[in-house]
């Protein structure tokens, strides 16, 4: 039996041993971690790959997309220089939230994201950009090539959800939203976070 190529005897850690893609940083694969349908939570196990309970979510508010990472990405030096207000990259890989017009209702999945934009956060003074993409070859989005062809009221959404999902009652607020950012600066942050990894951790 022939098997495509590469072909995984074991199943690979979804941060380093899964490919960005071929034709990167325009078009990303992303990982999902979490869904519009998720009232938890959920991120991958940087040492074992496995998906973890990272928190309830605190309020009623859920994630406006799906929600994951680009393998092979890190924020290091390099992406928190894009990032004015930050004092360094959250060692992170880079997160994606991703459009679909037909619902996608389960996590621990691969697909293929073509970035339109992003938003630039600051969490607890560490950049934590999140990059905005849209499904590749999706009947409704597919043909988005900036963040102008994203209606504004979903923009509107991604951003108010990531300025108060982590807000606590009675606390002030650790992260803040510096700016949403259309594609053109969202590939530089991706090519960012591509060569952090490289220093990071090598080829």
């Known amino acids: 039996m022939a098997f495509p190529k590469p072909f995984y005897r074991w199943r690979p850690h979804p941060w380093h041993g899964l490919e960005i893609g071929d034709h990167a940083p325009q078009k990303v694969n992303a990982y999902i971690e979490i869904t519009p349908f998720d009232s938890v939570k959920y991120e991958v ?45 959250d060692n992170d890989p880079l997160d994606i939230c991703v459009l679909s017009e037909r619902p996608i209702n389960r996590g621990e999945i691969l697909l293929q994201a073509k970035v339109v934009g992003g938003i630039q956060m600051v969490d607890n003074g560490e950049a934590d950009d999140k990059i905005i993409a849209v499904l590749d070859n999706d009947n409704i989005w597919g043909q988005a090539s900036g963040l102008s062809d994203i209606p504004e009221i979903l923009v509107e959404r991604l951003r108010h959800y990531f300025s108060t999902y982590k807000n606590i009652i009675g606390e002030e607020a650790k992260t803040s939203i510096e700016s949403v950012y259309d594609q053109e600066h969202a590939i530089e942050v991706v090519k960012a976070s591509l060569a952090d990894y490289l220093d990071e951790f090598g080829e």
């Open 45 to 89: 196990d940087k040492i074992t790959g496995y998906m973890r309970v990272d928190r309830p979510q605190r309020t009623s508010s859920q994630p406006p997309s799906l929600y994951g990472f680009v393998p092979r990405t890190f924020c290091g030096e390099r992406v928190a220089k894009l990032s004015p207000a930050s004092t360094g990259g």
